[in-house]
């Protein structure tokens, strides 16, 4: 990583879920449980067979949730608030993180494939409350999700960034595609490293990388 890859950034986009909190809290697990349920319910089918059209919608259209309308055609905000009903404790405080964040140059944004009452409770219990400047969820691309590129650039547009100036950090590698052919620059964040020619830089531990960006 060098300073001059982000000089001409001045707005910072940032995913939620294992991005903004390290995937070893597990906090989606408990996400996944409650959609595997919530499948299983509404479409009256067994707990496997409802797993397996949770993995597989979210591998064909980007999320669970994406599928759901397509196939199913159910009503977002009613499936959003019944699998984001969880148990926030197992987050904690970064204060280092919150610290990174307030000294980066310019804009910083919240953008993510779940809704934004959620990204408040999540961003609350890190102590993250106030840091963004905006915080968009899906319900702000028209429930069509990241990978989506229509989903980046409705965002984009409401918050009227330039993505040739832009950063975006997220943990799911595909998401990254459409921000790199954007003009943005890419940051994985991830346990391990993901070789592909959209992704530019990688980290696997956020507060780190941001520490030693704005020391730079």
Partial sequence: MTHSSFSHVTTWVFDLDNTLYPPAMRLFDQIEQR?????????????????????SYWALYGTTLAGLMHEHGIEPMDYLADVHDIDFSPLTPDPDLARHLKALPGRRIVYTNADTVYAAKVLQARGLAGVFDAV??????????????????????????????????????????????????????????????????????????????VKS
């Fill in 35 to 55: 959609m595997t349920s919530w499948v299983a319910r509404r479409l009256s089918v067994s707990h496997e067979q409802a797993n397996h059209l949770r993995a």
């Fill in 136 to 213: 968009y969820g899906v319900e702000h691309a028209g429930f069509r999700p990241k990978p989506e590129r229509a989903a980046f650039e409705a965002i984009f547009a409401q918050d009227g960034l330039d993505p040739t100036r832009a950063a975006m950090f997220e943990d799911d590698a595909r998401n990254l595609a459409a921000p790199h052919a954007m003009g943005m620059q890419t940051i994985h964040v991830a346990p391990e490293p993901e070789p592909a020619p959209h992704i530019h830089h990688h980290t696997p531990d956020l507060t780190d990388f941001l520490g030693r960006l």
